[in-house]
């Protein structure tokens, strides 16, 4: 059978098994159960036809792997014990590196485990099915360690574990097999040949090398994230192909056999898959990897589409719930991109040099074949992906390989390992810097408003505009440096202004308000439903550390853009009330009720509502529930009185007997459900009221309008005015819009 033939085979049972492992996962086991039997009679009827016999095949393995592990679980002692709430004492093994977390009582870990003895009430079960512990505190738990644990069970939410283990005690019962011992002793080395420059570019090369992601900052990923540079954080297909190529190239420049050659590969990709974990998409890159090998031994390396076909298939059949996972589906996703587009793309830039070409042509493949992927997971799109990817291409592989001589040269000479780590560290900071250069420009990412499947159509559509421009060189650069301008985009002049007392972002329908506190320092003041107008505005306003981050409620049109908000810049301080709010990277979090008073830096924050004896609240509650603020800056009061309705806001006043302000911020974007006596006992000056264009809600009403007139309090609304800021001129008010 012809290769291309072959292609035709194996393609359509990847994606076959692909879509099927991703539906039964979340299916009843009865469904596994009809789609083995169906693929069974699809099978018999059609075995003499490969193009359908090989994918109902493969769908009879998948659908068999499915059903037998929801078996497994559904019918595991740990899954029934979890369902009454039980607390155990286990034995778990560690299946991937823990991972610690900030929470509101502090950090937590979080730890992937195969749970293997479970003993309740007298009675012991061995076991195995998957778990995962939360234990409090930051500890450091590697894949293959062995712990004991007492820990209260409850139900998990993935259908592939069986409980979730909430850690009360542990201890160290074994460092696990040899293999892992020795894989860590490797990441030290790496970690070690790189310390001596303690910054985040030293972080990086732990990561580029060994998926090693413990050092990064919050800050850091979430710049990665917005210039579409996460995937160096998920080691890969290129790290394997880095490491695979130094070693088979340099055994034949010395005429190695091709028996040899194929035994270091396959002992360099298991060492890869150790070294890194195996993680998604390091099974996948070595899979593919293996397959590759297997041509070599028959005299072909076969095609790269078949490679990956085949990988896909081997994965989703040894672990069904792969086929969900963020981090396979981005790698497979990409790397089918680049080997469909890159090569016709890169020929579609003959005008350009060939490694210019290929430069430029395998980020935009990759981009544009993960784009609904990322869209669903960020609700953004990067517009910087592109650039800041052909940036960083040249010192990937000066990073990965000397991060590597690193960890080797440390095992034999520890002394001399810096001499390679600061090597990598040189060609990691290069990436840091663009990847921070990136995050910090207005226009790095945009807001797709719809669902991330309606991108499924438009991409292609898009690729077809790609393709047409590109044969076109004087348009292509053109539009190139046009894009550069919109994302960049030159500040207003005149803007950011000085002496400014509140800013109110135009966020679109929701809150979104700055009250500087230090050059380049500010607090926020909830950030909007969507990530790019806070970023923006806070990027316009030269914002790069928020001193405190204050969600006032958990609603969507409050919390839900917080990534623009952190996007390039650290929290010292997350806030927020009984409602709650979003688990934001931060030093520190605090809950705010009545009666508290904080500082920061020259500003004064009084909280008057709610009352002190509050507690969680309801979703439906949430608006009464709102954290209300009266900031002091320059002499001037401003409140802050979140989404409050005409109840909550009779209980403000009951509580408080000084309301007054000089700036208000209206409650629920000027809804009607208000009292009319608060205007009264605040007695503002300045009104701002952050609400969207054409919304369907109808704010701000009428009434409210009509009582601010009647009160003369001057009103400034964003979907009127944009972004507003009162600023402060020799003790008066006075408001300037962008």
Same mark, same amino acid.
């Given at each position: 059978?012809?290769?291309?033939?072959?292609?035709?085979?194996?393609?359509?049972?990847?994606?076959?098994?692909?879509?099927?492992?991703?539906?039964?996962?979340?299916?009843?086991?009865?469904?596994?159960?009809?789609?083995?039997?169906?693929?069974?009679?699809?099978?018999?009827?059609?075995?003499?036809? =490969?193009?359908?016999?090989?994918?109902?095949?493969?769908?009879?393995?998948?659908?068999?792997?499915?059903?037998?592990?929801?078996?497994?679980?559904?019918?595991?002692?740990?899954?029934?014990?979890?369902?009454?709430?039980?607390?155990?004492?286990?034995?778990?093994?560690?299946?991937?590196?823990?991972?610690?977390?900030?929470?509101?009582?502090?950090?937590?870990?979080?730890?992937?485990?195969?749970?293997?003895?479970?003993?309740?009430?007298?009675?012991?079960?061995?076991?195995?099915?998957?778990?995962?512990?939360?234990?409090?505190?930051?500890?450091?738990?590697?894949?293959?360690?062995?712990? !004991?644990?007492?820990?209260?069970?409850?139900?998990?939410?993935?259908?592939?574990?069986?409980?979730?283990?909430?850690?009360?005690?542990?201890?160290?019962?074994?460092?696990?097999?040899?293999?892992?011992?020795? @894989?860590?002793?490797?990441?030290?080395?790496?970690?070690?040949?790189?310390?001596?420059?303690?910054?985040?570019?030293?972080?990086?090369?732990?990561?580029?090398?060994?998926?090693?992601?413990?050092?990064? @900052?919050?800050?850091?990923?979430?710049?990665? +994230?917005?210039?579409?540079?996460?995937?160096?954080?998920?080691?890969?297909?290129?790290?394997?192909?880095?490491?695979?190529?130094?070693?088979?190239?340099?055994?034949?420049?010395?005429?190695?056999?091709?028996?040899?050659?194929?035994?270091?590969?396959?002992?360099?990709?298991?060492?890869?898959?150790?070294?890194?974990?195996?993680?998604?998409?390091?099974?996948?890159? +070595?899979?593919?990897?293996?397959?590759?090998?297997?041509?070599?031994?028959?005299?072909?390396?076969?095609?790269?589409?078949?490679?990956?076909?085949?990988?896909?298939?081997?994965?989703?059949?040894?672990?069904?719930?792969?086929?969900?996972?963020?981090?396979?589906?981005?790698?497979?996703?990409?790397?089918?991109?680049?080997?469909?587009?890159?090569?016709?793309?890169?020929?579609?830039?003959?005008?350009?040099?060939?490694?210019? +070409?290929?430069?430029?042509?395998?980020?935009?493949?990759?981009?544009?074949?993960?784009?609904?992927?990322?869209?669903? !997971?960020?609700?953004?799109?990067?517009?910087?992906?592109?650039?800041?990817?052909?940036?960083?291409?040249?010192?990937?592989?000066?990073?990965?390989?000397?991060?590597?001589?690193?960890? !080797?040269?440390?095992?034999?000479?520890?002394?001399?390992?810096?001499? =390679?780590?600061?090597?990598?560290?040189?060609?990691?900071?290069?990436?840091?810097?663009?990847?921070?250069?990136?995050?910090?420009?207005?226009?790095?990412?945009?807001?797709?408003?719809?669902?991330?499947?309606?991108?499924?159509?438009?991409?292609?559509?898009?690729?077809?505009?790609?393709?047409?421009?590109?044969?076109? =060189?004087?348009?292509?650069?053109?539009?190139?440096? $046009?894009?550069?301008?919109?994302?960049?985009?030159?500040?207003? =002049?005149?803007?950011?202004?000085?002496?400014?007392?509140?800013?109110?972002?135009?966020? $679109?329908?929701?809150?979104?308000?700055?009250?500087?506190?230090?050059?380049?320092?500010?607090?926020?003041? #909830?950030?909007?439903?969507?990530?790019?107008?806070?970023?923006?505005?806070?990027?316009?306003?030269?914002?790069?550390?928020? @001193?405190?981050?204050?969600?006032?409620?958990?609603?969507? #049109?409050?919390?839900?853009?917080?990534?623009?908000?952190?996007?390039?810049?650290?929290?010292?301080?997350?806030?927020?009330?009984?409602?709650?709010?979003?688990?934001?990277? +931060?030093?520190?979090?605090?809950?705010?009720?009545?009666?508290?008073?904080?500082?920061?830096?020259?500003?004064?924050?009084?909280?008057?509502?709610?009352?002190?004896?509050?507690?969680?609240?309801?979703?439906?509650?949430?608006?009464?529930? @709102?954290?209300?603020?009266?900031?002091?800056?320059?002499?001037?009061?401003?409140?802050?009185?979140?989404?409050?309705?005409?109840?909550?806001?009779?209980?403000?006043?009951?509580?408080?007997?000084?309301?007054?302000?000089?700036?208000?911020?209206?409650?629920?974007? $000027?809804?009607?459900?208000?009292?009319?006596?608060?205007?009264?006992?605040?007695?503002?000056?300045?009104?701002?009221? $952050?609400?969207?264009?054409?919304?369907?809600?109808?704010?701000?009403?009428?009434?409210?309008?009509?009582?601010?007139?009647?009160?003369?309090?001057?009103?400034?609304?964003?979907?009127?005015?944009?972004?507003?800021?009162?600023?402060?001129?020799?003790?008066?008010?006075?408001?300037?819009?962008?």
């Amino acid at each position: 059978m012809t290769g291309s033939r072959s292609d035709l085979r194996v393609v359509p049972a990847a994606l076959v098994a692909w879509a099927t492992a991703a539906g039964l996962t979340r299916a009843p086991v009865a469904a596994s159960l009809a789609v083995a039997v169906a693929a069974v009679v699809v099978l018999v009827w059609g075995w003499r036809r =490969p193009l359908l016999a090989f994918p109902a095949a493969v769908l009879v393995v998948v659908a068999a792997t499915c059903g037998w592990r929801l078996t497994a679980v559904e019918s595991s002692p740990v899954t029934l014990l979890a369902e009454r709430g039980a607390t155990v004492r286990a034995e778990v093994h560690v299946r991937e590196d823990a991972r610690v977390f900030s929470g509101a009582g502090g950090p937590g870990t979080v730890v992937p485990v195969t749970v293997r003895v479970v003993e309740s009430r007298g009675r012991t079960w061995r076991v195995r099915v998957r778990a995962t512990a939360f234990v409090e505190g930051s500890e450091r738990f590697v894949t293959g360690t062995r712990l !004991l644990v007492r820990a209260g069970l409850e139900p998990s939410d993935g259908s592939d574990e069986a409980a979730v283990l909430r850690v009360h005690d542990w201890r160290r019962a074994g460092a696990g097999p040899w293999w892992w011992r020795w @894989s860590e002793v490797v990441r030290d080395g790496v970690r070690d040949g790189v310390d001596h420059r303690g910054d985040q570019a030293a972080a990086l090369v732990p990561a580029l090398v060994a998926g090693d992601e413990s050092g990064l @900052s919050d800050r850091t990923r979430e710049e990665f +994230a917005t210039t579409g540079l996460t995937h160096l954080l998920a080691v890969s297909g290129a790290n394997l192909t880095i490491v695979l190529g130094i070693v088979l190239l340099g055994l034949r420049a010395v005429g190695a056999s091709r028996r040899t050659v194929l035994l270091a590969g396959v002992l360099t990709v298991v060492a890869f898959v150790v070294v890194a974990r195996p993680e998604p998409s390091v099974q996948r890159a +070595a899979v593919m990897g293996s397959v590759a090998l297997a041509g070599l031994l028959v005299g072909s390396a076969g095609a790269g589409l078949r490679a990956l076909a085949w990988s896909v298939v081997a994965l989703v059949v040894l672990d069904p719930w792969l086929a969900t996972r963020p981090g396979f589906v981005l790698s497979v996703s990409a790397t089918a991109g680049i080997i469909a587009f890159a090569p016709p793309l890169a020929r579609r830039l003959h005008w350009l040099p060939l490694p210019v +070409a290929t430069a430029v042509a395998v980020p935009i493949a990759a981009h544009l074949a993960c784009l609904p992927v990322v869209t669903s !997971l960020s609700g953004e799109i990067s517009m910087v992906a592109v650039f800041a990817n052909v940036l960083v291409a040249p010192a990937v592989a000066p990073a990965t390989v000397a991060g590597l001589a690193a960890g !080797l040269v440390d095992l034999v000479a520890p002394a001399l390992a810096p001499v =390679p780590g600061t090597v990598a560290w040189a060609a990691a900071s290069v990436i840091v810097r663009v990847a921070r250069l990136g995050a910090s420009l207005p226009g790095a990412a945009i807001a797709w408003p719809w669902p991330w499947w309606t991108l499924i159509p438009v991409t292609p559509l898009i690729g077809c505009g790609v393709w047409w421009l590109l044969r076109r =060189p004087a348009l292509a650069v053109g539009m190139t440096l $046009g894009l550069l301008v919109a994302i960049v985009r030159t500040p207003t =002049p005149g803007w950011p202004p000085r002496d400014v007392v509140v800013v109110a972002c135009d966020v $679109g329908q929701g809150d979104g308000f700055v009250v500087p506190t230090a050059p380049g320092e500010a607090i926020v003041i #909830d950030v909007g439903q969507e990530p790019g107008p806070i970023h923006r505005c806070l990027t316009e306003l030269e914002i790069d550390r928020i @001193s405190l981050l204050l969600f006032t409620h958990g609603d969507a #049109d409050h919390v839900d853009g917080w990534r623009g908000a952190v996007r390039g810049r650290e929290v010292d301080v997350l806030a927020d009330g009984p409602s709650g709010g979003p688990s934001v990277p +931060a030093a520190r979090r605090i809950r705010l009720l009545a009666g508290q008073r904080v500082k920061v830096g020259g500003v004064d924050l009084e909280v008057l509502w709610p009352r002190a004896d509050t507690g969680r609240v309801a979703p439906e509650a949430r608006n009464d529930a @709102s954290v209300v603020v009266r900031a002091t800056v320059r002499g001037h009061r401003i409140l802050f009185t979140g989404d409050l309705g005409e109840e909550a806001q009779r209980g403000l006043g009951r509580l408080n007997a000084d309301l007054s302000a000089d700036v208000l911020k209206v409650a629920h974007h $000027g809804s009607a459900d208000r009292w009319e006596g608060l205007l009264e006992r605040v007695a503002p000056s300045v009104a701002l009221i $952050g609400v969207g264009a054409d919304n369907p809600h109808g704010h701000p009403t009428s009434a409210v309008l009509d009582d601010l007139a009647r009160q003369r309090v001057a009103v400034w609304r964003t979907d009127t005015s944009g972004t507003i800021a009162v600023l402060d001129r020799d003790g008066h008010l006075v408001v300037s819009a962008r």
